[in-house]
DNA sequence: CGATCTTGGTTGTATATACAAGTTTTTGCG
DNA sequence: CGCAAAAACTTGTATATACAACCAAGATCG
């Protein structure tokens, strides 16, 4: 079976969403509908259903129906910025080196998170973003070549990858991990950190609609960054289960 | 039907997680195995393994079986929870230890955040959260007695002071600061580190309809825990699987 | 008219079955 | 012994069926 036929139905839906055939709070086929118009069984219609669900697209309710969740709101918390944008708006001036901009065998932790082969070739760059002289992060970021091609060829000088990215592929999904560690000597050596201190590292994975497109890790000194997030927890919308 | 079957067997699944007997990357039954041992069909024991599977407790691999995830911490950036909640849901089992739990002269810092008058009284109370054992994080929190009276008579070793305040005082707005940072020799040792490591610590005001709440700051060993957080720009595109 | 009952539609749970696809183990042959 | 084929086992997809739980709207009865 080339594609399940359960996707197809997810993908059949995300579109109608997507275009605005189906508004927000809007009435979905039922199970039964959408098996008789896919000609599958109710198992099957059932399961895309489900799957939406999880996935935070639908909401259900026993005897009523299925329906077009509200559209998540954006958190300002662990919003995607570009950093260069967030260092002008705080008055500072910005610049960025690029150390690396390769081709290179992809690490196995890399081709999970890109859904590539163990060893097959990947782009990699590796940045350093200055704020006022002073490096504020160290950027490692690997990206799929299947989607981005061109990748390689940028100037990123001039333009941040993730500012590229988000140009050519745009994003559809972001998944982050937060970390505390302690560098490793080379990355000391790029944030010129004279000792070792404690590091924020921004792991964050980006999506577009054909999957994964990168994976970026985002190393910053404790003592020059910090996020900051503000969640309002105002009127509440339809938030059933 | 009282309680669901499939649900019995992920209970049965995470008992067996939290007490060890089904360590990290050990094989757990096959749907064949679970179908016999509880008496039902494949399906249903095939459901236990599926939702364990989405909530990141198991992975599986077609041909092979499936396993336990390796369970490093991660709570979501985007939603305030209860850490006992976290640690439960990942099949852990949980435990707080009451440090303090006083009143104390307000420091002007905390003043500031909470709208008090510098020296007034605050309520305080330090406490450390255990997951299976191991410290997870210390929790040092500063309660505005003027909104929440009661606080310094509640038995935090039954109820988290994050769960007690959300129910006498719903949250309308929470404020949240992520950073990175070796701790001081007092917070190594309720943490029980040996040398000082990096640590996240994360400080969050929280707000009721009449204003500030409380100010916490979360501290936590990076090698312990991370944060994870997802957003989703659009409804299309999630159809990884 | 108003309260209750019935009915049809919808989601939720569960089963038995079949086959596909991937991996590991065993078997058997050269 | 070495290697290839076969078998056994695992997860993944799909179907057909049955019944339970729930809800809304219409029908019925007092």
Redesign the pocket.
């Given at each position: 079976?080339a594609v399940?036929?359960?996707a197809e139905i997810k993908d059949f839906m995300l579109t109608q969403i997507e275009i605005g055939a189906w508004p927000e709070h809007s009435r979905v086929p039922?199970?039964?509908?959408l098996a008789e118009q896919f000609s599958?069984?109710?198992?099957?219609a059932?399961r895309a259903?489900q799957e939406l669900t999880e996935q935070g697209i639908l909401y259900?309710?026993?005897?009523?129906?299925?329906f077009v969740a509200a559209l998540k709101s954006q958190s300002s918390l662990l919003e995607i910025r570009n950093i260069a944008d967030e260092i002008h708006s705080r008055g500072h001036s910005y610049r960025a080196q690029l150390l690396q901009l390769t081709e290179l065998p992809c690490p196995a932790t890399v081709a999970a998170a890109l859904g590539l082969k163990h060893n097959e070739r990947v782009y990699f760059s590796l940045i350093v973003h200055f704020e006022d002289q002073l490096p504020l992060q160290l950027e490692a970021r690997y990206v799929n070549p299947r989607q981005i091609p061109e990748y390689i060829q940028q100037d990123f000088a001039h333009i941040t990858p993730h500012l590229y990215l988000s140009q050519v592929a745009p994003l559809t999904e972001a998944e982050h991990t937060v970390e505390a560690i302690l560098p490793d000597s080379f990355t000391c050596q790029h944030l010129q950190l004279k000792k070792p201190e404690a590091c924020l590292r921004l792991t964050r994975r980006t999506f577009s609609r054909d999957g994964a497109v990168s994976l970026a890790y985002l190393t910053s000194p404790g003592s020059r960054y910090r996020l900051g997030g503000h969640l309002n927890f105002a009127p509440a919308g339809a938030t059933r289960s």
């Open positions: 079976m399940a036929k359960f039922s199970e039964n509908e599958v069984s109710r198992m099957t059932r259903l259900r309710t026993q005897g009523v129906g299925s």
